[in-house]
């Protein structure tokens, strides 16, 4: 079920907006939870008249159905596995999975059992798709003033550096909400997750513009989600290209939440000739409605990359990885093998 056969990343993948529309309307249903729209049609409508949204904020909305639902440890497991499942059907070679811990407590799950929860999907999905590596990231929440859940952000960094290895937890991550407070509060929950040595990467510069980009970078980054707005700032792109900071560039969810007017107008080629090690990935296959197929299709008609723009883009997704060494060398050097003189 893919197109392109070399060995595909996904580095930008949120398990809260990746799931299969059925199964969470079948896990509500079985939980006593109506899903906006009523239907399973009814919440496809709803997924899908959202994903015209005007704003990021406005599209956050999305995430209340999956939030009410996935407040036990089956549901999380059984979604996990599933993704897991469905990254290897469309040819995906590795994926780093993101969620928030903390937006499953409403029950009676502890952030860390919420972990242990996805990890047991993890390890479902995994053995019964044995060509395919999978690692998680725990996010961090943005969800209003830094104050609003600092403890429960903090209990992420501590969670995360409890079950932080190469080979399940392999970083940490700020989402949510863009602009609410400045993104430079969020500061010392960063310098702790530095301090405990984890691998990090946060949101910035895509409803905001790039000063947000800016202070990710100051936390000690490596990696942005979206992150385009940097290229408003030429000086910065050309800092960021020398510290070698890697974009996980969501094409579709840009456009849908219009931080990009249209894939025709995505900077994220310019910034790859600019020396920004760009990646390509889905951010929510659920809500947008993609695959990396798809978002490889915009890149070819709309964007102005070229299929060995595409393979070159995994070597940077492969670099940029929270993945073992050897594994890392082994996809790197298959992807070479598809590149055209
Ligand atoms: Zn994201």
């Not at 990231?137 to 290895?165: H, K, L, Q």
């Not at 707005?229 to 996980?248: C, M, Q, S």
């Amino acid at each position: 079920m893919t197109n392109y056969h070399f060995p595909k990343i996904d580095l930008h993948l949120h398990l809260d907006g990746s799931f299969r529309t059925e199964t969470l309307y079948r896990l509500a249903r079985e939980r006593g939870i109506t899903l906006p729209g009523g239907t399973l049609e009814g919440y496809r409508k709803f997924l899908y008249d959202c994903s015209g949204a005007e704003s990021v904020n406005e599209y956050l909305k999305m995430f209340d159905g999956p939030t009410q639902v996935l407040q036990d440890a089956d549901s999380l497991s059984v979604i996990t596995e599933e993704l897991i499942c469905d990254l290897a059907g469309y040819g995906v070679r590795y994926a780093e999975i993101r969620f928030a811990p903390q937006l499953h407590t409403a029950g009676q799950l502890s952030q860390s059992d919420a972990v242990e929860a996805v990890l047991k999907g993890r390890a479902s999905g995994l053995k019964k798709n044995p060509g395919i590596h999978v690692n998680l990231i725990t996010c961090m929440m943005c969800v209003g003033p830094e104050t609003a859940n600092w403890d429960a952000n903090m209990e992420t960094v501590e969670v995360c550096r409890r079950y932080f290895s190469d080979d399940g937890v392999v970083a940490l991550d700020l989402a949510g909400a863009e602009g609410i407070v400045p993104l430079a509060n969020f500061a010392p929950l960063f310098e702790k997750a530095r301090e405990y040595g984890l691998n990090l990467t946060c949101h910035a510069g895509d409803s905001q513009d790039w000063r947000t980009v800016r202070d990710a970078i100051g936390f000690g980054v490596s990696r942005i989600g979206h992150g385009h707005h940097i290229y408003e700032n030429p000086e910065l792109v050309r800092k960021a290209a020398e510290k070698g900071i890697f974009l996980e560039i969501c094409p579709t969810s840009n456009v849908q939440c219009r931080t990009r007017e249209s894939y025709a107008m995505h900077p994220a080629k310019n910034l790859l000739q600019m020396g920004i090690p760009v990646t390509i990935n889905t951010d929510n296959m659920a809500m947008a409605r993609v695959t990396l197929d798809d978002e490889y299709d915009h890149c070819l008609n709309e964007m102005g990359f070229t299929m060995n723009d595409l393979i070159c883009m995994n070597i940077n997704s492969a670099n940029a990885a929270f993945m073992k060494d050897d594994l890392r060398k082994q996809i790197i050097a298959e992807l070479q093998s598809y590149l055209k003189d």
